[in-house]
């Protein structure tokens, strides 16, 4: 029996009696995924917004003593379910990543004598943070609410795109703090902040800016800050001790000086608070200038207050969750998919500011002329059904983040497409160049807004820069030897799907001698096909296969996130090919079957990561992408229905409504689009072609709202929790085979209808 | 008899031989000052120029095994000439201070086994520095070559305002290198360097900045370099070693890996190279980003050669030396004159990129509107004569500068003007509020480019910040106290005289009630005078004076770079009161011609900051500026000639055209400004008044070319040096007073005449 956090019975009574149409949001609960590894944020945001204004449980890789602590990885979010204290709030953060970065600015509000340091979660008393409690604790789209019990202080969240708005309500209090600890960031590694200043522009305006040297190496982000009253008095600490001090030592800089530099520091401001006293905060960020910032807090906040904030945001919230509008058997369904929309809507994130500035590669301010800028690309996740669910009901938004892409690359001094981008940064995680998957999906999907032929360009280009982590190798012999990169396996069958997706775009765009080349270079998979054990295989510079293999341990074996059973699948391009090598559809069948069914050692779930126990079925991983379209390969054979069952199987396991309900990280989003297509029923099985493969609807009905005016509705006969199995399918009426549907199709309007049926249709 | 550089005789010869007019440029010898406590560097810029592009032959405070080197202090500017070897080639330094910070972007060119370690001076060999003799040194204005003998490479330098340009010529090399050090800076503390970033665009062209936590706490450089020819490859090695490296892992960066970044970098670029090949490189300077580093470079050499660049400059230099044309007894006083000249055009300097922007103190980038922006102000120096020269020979260019101060002002977190900037940073040297005087001069002079009355707003401003430097307590008490603040007696003293020239500005504008105001505090010199005996003296909080005192100390007496026997005489704006004080002239006299003549004990020498004991005559310190003044004293008394004589006095011992011919820190131009007035025959005794005191002229005539249209001669008869007494001063004909002469007279255009005499006038 699983521990998990089901959302209250009232609610739920609440929501049965009917709520106002089109209140998306009441579905959302945005503290799933925040138990384990989940690795998404409660607080509070709007859709792509530049701030996440959330909680920080814990954050810091070395404790205070300065002892590593190996559980930093469980903080990407920087909030853990189970943890007894809040640090603060911070601006910035990452949804569901597996490494990370960010958790800018952290924000505490204390009473009592000022603590600087932000304490021990064994020992809360020891610090500025807090004990809460999750009875105190509301969690929506764009407000989060809870209780310091430490300091009996309300605190209160909520955004615009670039302006994170806090209120607390104090106790009466003759020593109230409001701390500022610019020391704070998620993955803090030693030495991570380069530098922080600070300015006292007056009694109620901060301005500054903290660079860091982490998972983006050089990354700078501004800040303007406004108190709703003015403080009584301010200082600040550098708890790093400097051998040149210059002439600032005339000062004494620690109380009321208003000018603050250095490597470590921690603010403080001070107020004398009434009982139920409020104190608001405006915090602005900006990529560009502590100016931009100022002009982006009075152009989204001014004039309007904490509710009108919080409602405006919601109102976003629910005119973007409303592109989907479903009907589904019951709440929980209802809370999983609007969730995992939520998810899917949070990044990537606005990356510019009010005025179109933005901060390029080269570090050089740029502005974005007739785009929105967007940053936070985690490419090797949501090249896969991320970006095709945006291609889908965000087409528009969807060019605009290529269009940030191309940027990216003109501004890379490799002239790269991003591998893993956020924050004018390459941060090179992950393996392939599938920027190119996303472009060629939407290339072939017919998405305007963006010069196709540069974007075109651009991902040849990406494709053929030699030092890229094997490229050279892959280029010379048609795959990435094993003794030249480690992921040697993974990182050639990547390859070869993004050439092929490449080549789909060339072809729409008539380019047929780039076709040519990259649907040669697309096959490449075969070259670590080791067809006499009948899997993907390590082969070395030599021609010959590496003769040390274990097909499954996921740890260098050759492949990254996943072992040669799961990775071997992994030919979207060219699935019947596959099917061929792999000895035939009987034998590829039955190797699919055991993957869903056998029994592994306990090792395997001890060295796989990002995922929880409960990401795997079998042998199969859901918690890492590589297996995303493994469900949907059955369609390939003479036995659909079983993609049919699989995919319904892996929802009802992997996707729960409770803060634990994530099997693996979110990943920005792609677990979550995996969850939104799976549901609808159809998947993207490989992104740069238009058609999806059809699994199992898990809804009643749902209607998409299209930006070009249609609508297209999935509509479920004979649902129910059995009802896993389509016995037929009808396309306007029109019956229809049951395993591929055309973007296209969808595009012209209509509707789409499965009937369903408890055996499957033989 | 002194071990001084003289020029050689060759040179002397052909110039009494005549060389075609205008080419003032002959008579400058940059390497004046760069022995002992000049601090003058001997590199190559243009007027102003935002790059000071110079050798540097020692600069780091601790050695490579970090200890200490105490001598740090003498590389201010880089470079001692006695030093045996040449690091490399920075692009900025600044002229004649005393702290210091800057030497950015170390360039060396090097042949042989690649080396990314200076070594040292004691052991060339372990490093890439080289060897270097004087035999083989040119320096002229915008121009500096010398061989580098360890490489046998000749290095040759000039510059544009926002440009250095290297000329190398090599030996036949397989191995050559060009050496871009990130590490090496002047003032170099542990830590100092904050962050580099460097992108190698493509084989020819480098961007990226540098930051770094000097004298200046935040400052970033940006820049872009251009080779004349390609390299061949190309690495970098990062000496910190950081916890978190990120994915940047996966690649080698050290060898041909085109993006740089980290705290310690050394970056190479290798050639082959042909005997005497020359690879020229070209490195432009932006405070604001690579991008318009790189429209600098492209705007200000496009098109043109070295030797094109070098003569322009050189012309630029010539335009600008030519504003005062003299005619001397001889050649070294035109060498002293023009190198003096020289030395006062080289800062504040151009802090602003050709498109206008520049960087904020609150690091935003701003756009210089109608106006050339300035950094580098040295003003509790530069307010007593540099200024005064600008008002009167660089009208146009002294009102650009106050309109840097007042940018400066506005962007300042404390609302001040300038106390001593450089580089979008208030570093908060020394004491007093000199801009103040800087901009009262100008207002009473008439100077217009500027708004007078926003400018007298910023004065007043400036001159209420409570907590800066005991301001509060000199606003409540009159006076600084001891307890408050150290140098107590002479901030107090910089105060009231700052004040009283904020109040001649009010009076200018007809703002009376500021007038009366500041002339109030103006009298607050009256607070430190002891009158039992007869000096300024520290005082205490309770009113009463300080038990423990030494009148001769310049050490914790309440004196900064002075002893109350130099600065109880600094009362400019009230002499005549002060001499009264002081127990009338009689005593005054005696006091005064005491000064001059007095032995001190060697332990005085020693402790006394930024002067040789060259710099000392008696017990009048010319080294340090308190006393720049106290010659012109005479003039308040019946004895004027004693003024007279004392200036022709340390006109010679103080200046010599010579490497050690400074007898302290030239400070920015002021002690080279104070040479340029004493020799014309007159000097800005009090900044803010019109008046000049007229000492003795040690040229034989001199012409003022006005930027009214207008010029005024100085023309001297009887000239010789025994002849040091004015014995009559005809003004455009008529007789007039020998003690002052006014602003406006000199306005008008015209000529003053002095009748020189072997014998006072008494």
């Not at 670039?162 to 600890?181: C, E, K, M, N, W």
């Not at 550098?238 to 470590?264: I, L, S, V, W």
Request: charged share 20%.
């Amino acid at each position: 029996m699983k521990n998990r956090f089901y959302l209250c019975s009232l609610v739920i009574l609440l929501a049965q009696a009917g709520v106002a149409q089109d209140q998306w949001i009441q579905y959302v609960n945005p503290l799933i995924g925040t138990r384990k590894m989940g690795h998404t944020f409660p607080g509070a945001t709007v859709p792509f917004g530049a701030v996440q204004l959330s909680p920080d449980t814990d954050t810091l890789p070395y404790d205070v003593n300065g002892t590593y602590n190996a559980g930093v990885y469980k903080y990407c979010a920087g909030y853990q379910y189970d943890d007894p204290t809040i640090v603060g709030f911070s601006h910035t953060h990452f949804s569901g990543t597996g490494h990370s970065d960010l958790g800018d600015f952290l924000i505490m509000p204390t009473t009592g004598a000022l603590q600087l340091n932000p304490g021990t979660a064994a020992d809360p008393g020891s610090g500025y943070r807090s004990r809460f409690r999750h009875a105190t604790e509301t969690a929506e789209p764009n407000y989060y609410k809870v209780r310091l019990d430490d300091n009996n202080i309300l605190a209160e969240l909520t955004t615009t795109t670039r302006v994170g708005v806090h209120r607390y309500t104090f106790p009466q209090s003759d020593d109230a703090h409001i701390i500022l600890d610019l020391m704070h960031g998620i993955y803090n590694y030693a030495d991570k902040n380069v530098w922080t200043f600070v300015r006292v522009e007056n009694d109620t305006l901060i301005t500054g800016f903290k660079q860091t040297n982490g998972w983006a190496r050089t990354r700078t982000v501004y800040f303007a800050m406004v108190f709703s009253r003015p403080f009584r008095s301010y200082g600040f600490t550098n708890f790093k001790n400097y051998p040149y001090k210059g002439f600032y030592k005339r000062f004494d800089q620690t109380k009321n000086f208003p000018e603050m530099a250095g490597e470590q520091i921690r603010a403080h401001f001070d107020f004398k608070t009434n009982a139920g006293e409020q104190i608001g905060i405006r915090f602005a960020l900006s990529p560009v200038s502590t100016g931009n910032a100022l002009e982006n807090l009075l152009a989204e906040t001014s004039g309007q207050d904490f509710e009108m904030i919080r409602k405006k945001g919601q109102d976003q919230w629910n005119k973007e969750l409303g592109r989907i509008r479903i009907e589904a058997q019951d709440r929980e369904s209802l809370v999983n998919f609007y969730t995992a929309l939520y998810h899917a809507f949070l990044s990537p994130t606005v990356y510019m500011d009010g005025n179109g500035e933005y901060k390029g590669l080269d570090q050089n301010v740029h502005k974005a002329s007739g785009f929105t800028n967007y940053t936070t690309f985690s490419l090797w996740d949501t090249y896969r059904a991320l970006h095709p669910l945006f291609s889908l009901v965000q087409p528009r938004r969807n060019s605009d983040m290529i269009r940030s892409m191309l940027a990216h690359q003109q501004q890379s001094v490799h002239k790269m497409l991003p591998v893993w981008s956020h924050y004018a940064n390459e941060n090179w995680c992950m393996s392939g160049y599938h920027s190119v998957p996303v472009i060629a999906d939407a290339i072939v999907k017919g998405l305007t807004g963006f010069d196709a032929n540069q974007a075109l360009d651009a991902c040849i280009q990406t494709a053929n820069v030699g030092y890229y982590d094997g490229l050279e190798a892959y280029l010379q012999k048609g795959y990435v030897p094993d003794d030249v990169r480690p992921n040697s396996v993974s990182t050639t069958m990547e390859y070869a799907f993004d050439d092929w997706s490449l080549a789909q775009a060339a072809k729409k765009l008539g380019r047929m001698d780039v076709y040519e080349t990259f649907m040669k270079r697309s096959q490449n998979w075969k070259n670590v096909f080791d067809a006499s054990i009948g899997y993907m295989r390590p082969r070395l510079s030599d021609g010959t296969f590496r003769k040390a293999f274990d097909l499954l341990s996921t740890h260098g074996q050759g492949f990254i996130e996943g072992n040669a059973w799961n990775f071997s699948l992994f030919v979207p391009q060219d699935p019947e090919g596959m099917i061929r090598a792999m000895g035939g559809e009987k034998r590829f069948v039955s190797h699919l079957d055991s993957l869903f069914t056998m029994h592994l050692p306990d090792l395997f779930f001890e060295e796989t990561e990002d995922i929880t126990r409960d990401g795997i079925i079998g042998n199969y991983v859901h918690g890492n992408e590589p297996s995303h379209h493994v469900a949907y390969l059955y369609n390939f054979t003479g036995q659909p229905w079983k993609t049919q069952e699989r995919v319904r199987m892996i929802l009802k396991k992997q996707y729960q409504p409770a803060v634990d309900g994530l099997g693996g990280n979110d990943d920005c989003g792609q677990m979550s689009a995996w969850y939104i297509f799976s549901t609808l029923g159809f998947y993207p099985f490989a992104p740069g072609s238009e058609d999806y493969q059809l699994g199992s609807p898990a809804i009643k009905k749902a209607v998409l709202t299209l930006e070009n005016g249609k609508t297209f509705t999935i509509d479920v006969k004979n649902q129910g929790a059995r009802n896993v199995y389509v016995s037929k399918v009808l396309l306007n009426g029109q019956p229809v085979n049951k395993r591929t549907l055309k973007h296209s199709d969808i595009l012209k309007g209509g509707i789409i209808q499965f009937i369903m049926a408890a055996r499957p249709a033989k």
